[in-house]
């Protein structure tokens, strides 16, 4: 009956037009939302506080008496020859370890990994949302908190407390306290951990730059130059299949393939006020500099340096990697670690069976800022998933508990490695080499980090045998590669800091509506005549900004002054 009347307040809710600018009308419905939202929220937190007391008085050793079910969301990517993400080894692992240790039975409920915002919202509309649900996009979980959909799990973490150890000693409050709101002391939801904050790198064909007599590049001039080495010797590199030459590749996110490229154009010294006014959109959009840096790329792909089909093929599309693996690509840029990942299908591994043992990408840093350094603007601990349970949830504790068996260290340990022979060796000195894995023991994201949904990173019981494992953990990998590319992702970082002015409510319902503005705005500016890029920016980015860009910059720019005063910088 819960989830069938929440479901019906949630559709209506959603009916609503979201406006980035309204007028008096609409400020006047917020506010009866608002308050209609707050009471159901307050009665909630209520009837939760004097069931929770019950509850916890049932545990023995940490088990239920009775036992309990919960249902836990999981990314589905789709992997050719994956396993299942429901029914696999390491969700046997977690079912049996949470049914032994708490008396919990645990489901896994897919959902698609390219569009998960999309799922999410369908699910908490219908009232159908797993127990323990994961985002990336924290406005999806604003907007329905702000509706009673999501519930405040401040009183959860402070009531629980002594039945949380891990959960706090890995998260600590840095990432639990994150998203806190400072005037109420609500919390939404909790950010899971990065265990490292490598971003992004630009990778380049080793065997080519040999094959030409090229050094890598260090500077965007030298890109350009390397670039057109690649297209104007297409004969040599590619023999029959010239046609097929790609020097530079990116894909329809513009903004995040390409975010390097873009931060060198910006303000190394940009003041925290400037960044976060704009920090809504994290691809950089309206940052001082991005349209430099999209105007380049412009050039480039004017000029038959990039790969010119790069905005027809969307989330989850194959064709891209598929063509990097087939070794038609030059140079492109991605995760950190991206040409490592998936063992026996990652994308050098596939190079080294078709081109031979000497293809590989490796990792260059070759787009200098206004400095002459390399600045890359990265994230903290937290800004990876957004853990969060909906009101449907009926098992808060059992929920929390999951969350803290997972961030047991042993746990997480397990979760990244596996079983010895079977998902990794142990070399001499200690340290664990992954190894291609089969059948049920694949593992479908770098470093499960699908189960491992509070830790995002390699984080092995011992900081020591992390490090020296890091270099280990991409199977068929050359160590020596993975090693150049994380010293590479660590260089000149600028690490972001957390703004908390509390909820800003023209970002409501609006990250999936601006984002696909923003990547349609890249694509079509990036893909224009030389001549048209200026009109082709301009009008797409007023669209933009008419469309809620504005409102948000002008209320994070007045939620700023309200908390911080005048200072332009954070401590």
């Not at 032994?100 to 219908?126: G, S």
């Not at 996009?137 to 973490?157: A, C, F, I, K």
């Not at 049920?440 to 011992?462: E, F, K, P, R």
């Not at 082709?536 to 209320?555: C, F, K, P």
Request: proline share 3%; net charge negative; aromatic share 10%.
């Amino acid at each position: 009956m819960k989830k069938k009347i929440l479901a019906m307040l949630l559709a209506a809710t959603m009916v609503i037009p979201v406006v980035g600018c309204g007028g008096q009308g609409q400020e006047n419905a917020s506010a009866s939302s608002t308050d209609a939202s707050q009471a159901s929220v307050e009665a909630s937190a209520s009837a939760d506080e004097a069931s929770g007391e019950a509850v916890a008085s049932e545990l023995t050793d940490g088990k239920f008496a009775d036992t309990r079910h919960i249902v836990v969301e999981v990314y589905d990517r789709g992997n050719d020859g994956g396993s299942d993400p429901t029914n696999n080894m390491y969700t046997d692992y977690i079912k049996a370890g949470m049914l032994a240790d708490h008396n919990v039975e645990v489901e896994f409920k897919p959902v698609p990994r390219w569009t998960e915002v999309d799922e999410i919202n369908n699910l908490l509309a219908a009232g159908d949302a797993p127990d323990i649900c994961v985002t990336y996009d924290y406005p999806t979980v604003q907007t329905y908190g702000n509706m009673g959909g999501v519930l405040d799990m401040s009183g959860l973490l402070e009531q629980y407390k002594s039945e949380l150890p891990n959960l706090w000693a890995w998260l600590g409050e840095t990432n639990i306290y994150w998203d806190r709101n400072p005037q109420d002391g609500t919390i939404w939801a909790i950010e899971g951990k990065r265990a490292t904050t490598n971003r992004i790198n630009t990778f380049v064909r080793k065997d080519w730059l040999e094959k030409l007599g090229l050094k890598a590049p260090t500077t965007k001039a030298e890109f350009e130059e390397m670039l057109i080495a690649f297209r104007d010797n297409a004969d040599t590199l590619l023999g029959a299949d010239a046609k097929k030459m790609i020097p530079y590749s990116v894909s329809y996110d513009v903004g995040w393939r390409a975010a390097t490229l873009i931060e060198s154009f910006l303000d190394p010294n940009m003041s925290d006020f400037d960044y976060y006014v704009n920090g809504f959109d994290d691809r950089k959009l309206t940052e001082e500099g991005t349209k430099e840096a999209i105007k380049l790329l412009n050039k480039w792909y004017n000029d038959g340096l990039m790969w010119n089909e790069f905005a027809l093929y969307g989330e989850g599309d194959t064709t891209e990697d598929d063509m990097m693996k087939a070794g038609y690509v030059g140079a492109f840029t991605h995760n950190w670690d991206y040409p490592f990942r998936n063992g026996e299908d990652s994308i050098n591994a596939n190079l080294q069976r078709i081109v031979g043992e000497d293809a590989a990408f490796i990792a260059i840093d070759p787009f200098e800022d206004s400095k002459g350094t390399h600045t890359k603007f990265v994230t903290s601990t937290a800004g990876d998933r957004k853990i969060f349970f909906p009101s449907t949830n009926t098992e808060p504790l059992a929920c929390m508990l999951y969350l803290d068996w997972i961030s047991n260290p042993e746990h997480i340990q397990y979760l990244q490695i596996g079983d010895e022979g079977v998902t990794h060796n142990k070399l001499d000195d200690g340290s664990y080499e992954i190894k291609a894995a089969e059948g049920n023991a694949i593992m479908n994201s770098g470093m499960n980090i699908d189960y491992t949904i509070t830790c995002n990173g390699l984080h092995l019981m011992d900081d020591a045998l992390t490090a020296k494992s890091t270099a280990h953990s991409y199977a068929n990998i050359d160590p020596a590669i993975v090693e150049e590319a994380n010293r590479i992702a660590n260089v000149d970082n600028r690490r972001e800091k957390n703004v908390n002015v509390g909820q800003v409510t023209s970002e409501d319902g609006m990250g999936t509506a601006l984002a696909e503005k923003r990547n349609i705005l890249y694509d079509k500016a990036v893909s224009a005549s030389v001549d048209e890029f200026e009109s082709v920016w301009n009008s797409y980015l007023e669209d933009y900004l008419a469309s809620g860009g504005s409102a948000i910059q002008e209320e994070r720019a007045t939620l700023w002054k309200a908390t911080y005063g005048d200072t332009d910088s954070l401590n």
